[in-house]
């Protein structure tokens, strides 16, 4: 699957944005049923490049630059 979409799991978690190889790769936004989001880019389906992590409730998390799935910066 490539292009763009949503995916939802059977446990409550939602991905809306772009796929490749059915990866998230490119813009897209993973909500969690825990209340975290990730919105910001993916590689390979992991958080690379810029992204803003958040709690529902708890606000901001870390906005900055990931690599590899990973906080980086």
Known sequence: M???????WSNGN???GEFWNGLRHGQGTLKESDG???????????????GKEFWEKGGVVYDGEWVNGKKHG
């Open 2 to 8: 490539s292009g763009m979409g949503t995916y939802t």
């Open 14 to 16: 939602e991905y809306k």
């Open 36 to 50: 975290l989001t990730y919105s910001g880019m993916w590689e390979k389906g992991l958080k690379h490049g810029q």
